[in-house]
Every structure is written in C-alpha cells, then in structure tokens.
C-alpha cells in the first residue's frame, strides 16, 4: 500500500496537524511508502497525477450520492490519498480537484468516536489524518504499526 497525503499549506505550519507524526512514524518501516503533497489548486503535482494513472487508487473521503464507496470487503487499492486538512478544507479541496473525481472512495468507518483533541472535530465520527492511517493498517492486517501510531497520537496530544 502506498499512502499519499494530499495536504492543505495551511497545515504545515500547524502543530496539531497529524500528518506529520504519520510520516515520522511510517518512515520507520520499509514495506510501508508514505509521501505528502501539498495541494495547489491551479497545479495538481504531476507525479500524484501520474501515480493515479498507473495504479488503482482510492480517496478516502465520503462518497457522494452518486458514487457507492469502495467496500471495505474488498482488498485495498495499491494506491490511498488522504486529504490532510480540517474538513472545510478537504471539502474545498476536493471540489477544486476534479481529478479526484473519478476515483473510487474509500469511506472509513470507525469503531468509536476520535481520540484527537488537538482540534475541535467537526464531524460526527470524524477522523483526523494519523487516525485514519492507523483504520487502514489494520485493513491491511497490520495491527502493530495502527497501535504504534495510536500510541503516537496520545503523547502528542499530552506534550
């Protein structure tokens, strides 16, 4: 499995933005890829275009009416973006990408409501960036490294 995370500038400068303590933590482990693109609305970053191209890829993002999400039955496409941003943004961000679009969505379902405190979450049942990383890994039957990230995302949340 190979995870992008498709990120808002405005996070990068965030201390409670998540998807660096995934990078950080993924970057340990070698059957594992994980990069982070900063999203431009006026231009998309031609390798993440390329990626979408050559492989199957899935957004996790909620579906829309018109398009089923991929079920969770199914093995995992090779390819996973995650929009790394607050859900305003990711809204817009989606909206503005429409090679997004296409692709198959990939809607997580949590067993419980998110452990992140750092932010207000303004979905029911939403999960921050490093939270979903960790759903995925335990799809992809890798329990270890979800609890690793788990434990990760508590210590930050008490630094």
Wanted: hydrophobic share 40%; proline share 8%; glycine share 2%.
């Amino acid at each position: 499995m190979f995870i992008t995370l498709l990120t808002h500038a405005t996070e990068l400068n965030k201390t409670s933005n998540t998807g660096q303590l995934v990078l950080a933590v993924l970057a340990q482990q070698d059957a594992l890829s994980c990069e982070r693109v900063i999203w431009q609305r006026k231009l998309p970053c031609a390798t993440l275009l390329a990626r979408i191209n050559a492989m199957p890829s899935a957004l996790v993002y909620p579906s829309l009416d018109d398009q089923p999400p991929l079920p969770l039955t199914e093995p995992l496409p090779a390819h996973i973006i995650l929009l790394d941003a607050t859900w305003q943004q990711a809204r817009k961000m989606y909206n503005q990408s429409p090679y997004l679009h296409p692709l198959k969505h990939l809607e997580l379902k949590p067993e419980r409501a998110s452990q992140y405190r750092l932010r207000r979450n303004q979905r029911e049942y939403g999960l921050c960036t490093s939270e979903c990383v960790a759903q995925l890994l335990r799809l992809e039957n890798r329990p270890v490294l979800a609890e690793q990230l788990d434990t990760e995302l508590a210590l930050k949340q008490t630094r």
